[in-house]
């Protein structure tokens, strides 16, 4: 995907900024999608919008320049830059129409009643009057609203050029004056050559060639600025080609206006503003906007000043000219029909000097005005009404933000058949922090949908490498889901970055107030079912045991590792004691205690200190620590086997020797003491209650792992006893006094070599014994008397 990280970076930043200026204190408002002051959010020059409309603008300029330096396109393609520009012109449409939305809903929102006014001031001039009809008409208020930002430009446009000339048809005077010098036979001048001398004489010379051409590109510049409201601009064009009267013509569409008048000028002087005679003025430009015999860019000039649908759409060729068309003529209709509703003096004038009755007043609103544009056979309209961020700002317009996410987010699990790589980023970017202004406004957002659509956005900031503003937008999801969507996160994180790589991930969360103990947990919980459903059920035969010197796979490592999270907070110790033992009876019933022991290494020493009392947790701590006491057995057998490395030479003295022997004795009395003190104790023997999670499966496991090891403790300190009975004659009693633990009823000893494999390793015991009995005999006792001690 080849969407700009910055720019999402940028967009985080601005976000948090705002919020750490704007939001109430609290811990709900630390999330960026908390509300904060519509002003905050919607302020032309410094608000959060704009800063955001700024930062797609870099972007593209940076972009731009950047391709241009390189003499490639293909680091920025067109529609890249297209679909930039339109989400600026979105974000645009936003702030305007919640610029004109929201304070319409404050309290104390009171505008004046041009009824009322016009009974007390019956002499208001239309200009005024109109401006009164806007603010106390909601559904008018925001139509104009909307042609006012149709009209401006859009980022990186202007008007199109055009040749600087100074004079009235320069080359059309030439010639009529060189005329003046040609014999009377040569072509016939023009009697005048005033703005209508070409339509007086249809078959004389015209206009000269220059100016001919020139005609053209200077109306369509005309109509270009009156398309986008720059009328004064139209003017100073119109004066600087020497036709003032053109200029004239255009202003004729002010309405009539007189300074000073208003109560409080103190003035004196009352400028005349206006065209108090402006219905004649449309009549007339409505004539030259049907006049075939003039040339299309003029007729397109006077239908866009007279807002005259009929002639105007022929002349609008992209989805924002046809909307202002349509919302241009009907503000235009409304603002007429409401002034000769109410009358007083200056309407009963303009009645007076005459209207026209051919005037074409389209009705209906926003609803009407995309039905009739539905229907447009144009191929750049019909395609701009399927674009995404077209669809965006024609629901934006209607209020229907709640249907148009619910659409969008039915749509996530096909985007990317219907949308290029490069443009799939920005997109659900776009879309997600059009959630995020919704809430900041206050403005309801539909959870189900938002979610969607914020989880698409989680995984592009994933895939694009935007790790650390994962959990700023995962705080963004409803119901919990901030919390997963997070943890699935940390769960898919490179499982062997370091410690404090997790500690800072993990702490990101909290930073933007989300339940960093729910995360650790389910991060946990989806580490161990996946690895746990892709283990083979445990074999019913003995496994071998694993010792401490096999290294660890690299799966046991990823089992060992995710642990770790629950091992982060004080809070989640409890569950790090009981998820660890999980680990470690998987590990132990498959013999691994070279893993097992690993995992307990990587717990904290203080761990089990910081889990409450209560009969779950009191067995969850005795298996803990039953566990570490099988590593305490198998550490004596490692001092044992360190001690025989360091026998002595048979040239060492016999202090050295008797040292030696005393160490080695002392060693295997450790290892005797600590095996038969775990036989004794019941290790791991719990009676779970039924309520207990994993209860059945949990005693099954321990009693397997019982089966696996208890055996082979025995077997392990019998074999010691007998290797070193020759130094030490008395551990070959014993051995022999080791078979009345096994044998003891109330240590539940001997039933484990009843397991995986029948009897057959009690046969292997009993056989060493008899063959210890038979030691023990040649050694000048009796059978019965050894056994007997």
Known sequence: MAASATTYQAFARIFTSYHDQYSEPGPSNRQIDAGIRYDAVLDEQGGLLASLMGALEEEIRSKQSNSWDSGMDEGFTADERGALLLEHRTWQLLRTVFDNRLPREEADFAPASSQAVLRDNPYITPGDLIQLFVDEDEELSMLATLVDHLQSRPLLTSSPPLESRHGYLPATLRRAKNQQHCSAAGPRRPDSLDPDFTLREPQGQGLAGEDQTYQHPLLETLFDLVRHGELDQAVKVCEMGGEPWRGASLMGGRRWAMAGLTAGDDSGEMALEGNRRRNLWKKACRSIAKNPILSPSERNLYAALTSDLPTLLPACSTWEDHLWAHLQARVEARLDSKWRELGGFWEEESQALGGDEDEVRPSGGLEEVFGEMAGVQNDNVAAASRNPYYVAQRMIMLGRTDALLSQFASQLSGIEE??????????????????????????????????????????????????????????????????????????????????????????????????????????????????????????????????????????????????????????????????????????????????????????PPNLTSAVDDDEDNDYQLLEHEDVGRLFGVFACHELVDEVLSRAPKATATRMEQHNWRKSLNGTIEKVHSATVDLLTSDWLRFLLSAGSENASQRLKELRRIRQIFIPDLILRLHTLLITHSALFPSLIQTALDLTKVVAREDNHVYEEFFGMEGAGRLVDYLERVREVAMLALRSGGSAFQVLAR
């Open 418 to 603: 219907k949308t290029s790589p490069e443009l799939i980023g920005p997109l659900i970017r776009f879309f997600a922090h059009l959630i995020l202004i919704l809430r900041n406004l206050n403005r309801p957002v539909p959870e189900t949908p938002a979610n969607a659509i914020l989880q698409a956005y989680l995984q592009i900031l994933e895939r694009e490498g935007n790790d650390q503003l994962v959990a700023m937008y995962a705080a963004c999801l409803r119901e919990g889901s901030g919390e997963e969507s997070y943890a699935r996160f940390l769960y898919a994180m490179d499982h062997t970055a370091t410690k404090e790589a997790r500690i800072e991930a993990l702490s990101r969360a909290k930073t933007h107030n989300l339940d960093v103990a729910a995360i650790a947990r389910e991060t946990v919980r989806l580490t161990l079912e996946e690895a746990f459903a892709a283990i083979p059920a445990l074999s019913r035969e003995q496994p071998d045991i694993t010792m401490f010197t096999t290294g660890l796979t690299e799966r046991d490592v990823h089992l060992i590792r995710s642990i770790e999270w629950l091992t982060i907070l004080t809070d989640t110790a409890e569950d790090a004691v009981i998820k660890a033992n999980d680990v470690g009876r998987y590990f132990l019933s498959l013999g691994q205690a070279n893993s097992a022991q690993a995992l307990l290494k990587t717990l």
